[in-house]
């Protein structure tokens, strides 16, 4: 099931190599604020989820928007299944919002 949703995207990470018994392996992780589940009253407010985003190659797309995290996002988004358990896996990002002020890599400019 393929869909679009808007998103907060807190982070991201590569992770490109091979194991010691030669095992290859290649992909992007993308952090999404995501609401916690409230409906049994033991819970409030968000959490970050981590979503797969194709291979490593797809963090450099975004690598330029490192200041600007957090920092919103159209995602398309897919939910597949092997028959037992699902998984969301996001196929792109489109960034909708400028950079938030986040403290990190700001200058302090004397007025």
């Not at 907060?8 to 992780?29: L, P």
């Not at 985003?53 to 690598?63: A, I, P, T």
């Amino acid at each position: 099931m393929k869909f679009s949703s808007t998103i907060k995207v807190t982070g991201m990470k590569f992770s490109k190599g091979k194991m010691d018994n030669g095992t290859e392996f290649d992909s992007t992780k993308v952090y999404v604020e995501t609401e916690l589940d409230s409906s049994k009253d033991s819970a409030m407010g968000t959490a970050c989820a981590e979503y797969g985003l194709g291979k490593s190659d797809e963090y450099q797309k975004y690598k330029h928007l490192a200041d600007s995290l957090p920092f919103m996002a159209i995602a398309e988004m897919e939910i597949v299944t092997n028959g037992t358990k699902q998984k969301t896996i996001v196929h792109s990002l489109k960034p909708i919002e400028p950079a938030k002020p986040s403290g990190h890599g700001v200058k302090n400019v004397a007025a």
